[in-house]
Nanobody, 127 residues
């Protein structure tokens, strides 16, 4: 499995921006699709954004389209989530995840499709 470490979370006012990073190690980064999920208190973990192994395919949850941007740098074994125009409802613990997609290239959106997870980073958006 690949090991993942998130960073970049914090406290920000509504309308502000944060950039999350997910550094990986242990396996070939380019073999994995990468995803970002979040979990707010009392709610289930939900898909936020995902990017295929090469970066050619990207998918977003409707709630973040136009505000968040996922990217990856295979040479640095790192994935990113740029979050702009943050809203109070974006407050959650954000997790990055890695999943192998076999011979195909697509963006997994389900939790069970990801085999490795980071420890999470807290994002708090104040009004």
């Amino acid at each position: 499995q690949v090991q993942l470490v998130e960073s970049g979370g914090g406290l920000v006012q509504a309308g502000g921006s944060l950039r999350l990073s997910c550094a990986t190690s242990g396996r070939t980064f380019s073999h994995y699709a990468m995803g970002w999920f979040r979990q707010a208190p009392g709610k289930e973990r939900e898909f936020v954004a995902g990017i295929s192994r090469s970066g050619n395919f990207i998918s977003y949850a409707d709630s973040v389209k136009g505000r968040f941007t996922i990217s990856r740098e295979n040479a640095k074994n790192t994935a990113y989530l740029q979050m702009n125009s943050l809203k109070t409802e974006d407050t959650a613990v954000y997790y990055c995840a890695a999943g192998r997609t076999g011979g195909g290239e697509y963006v997994p959106r389900l939790i069970r499709e990801y085999e490795s997870w980071g420890q999470g980073t807290q994002v708090t958006v104040s009004s």
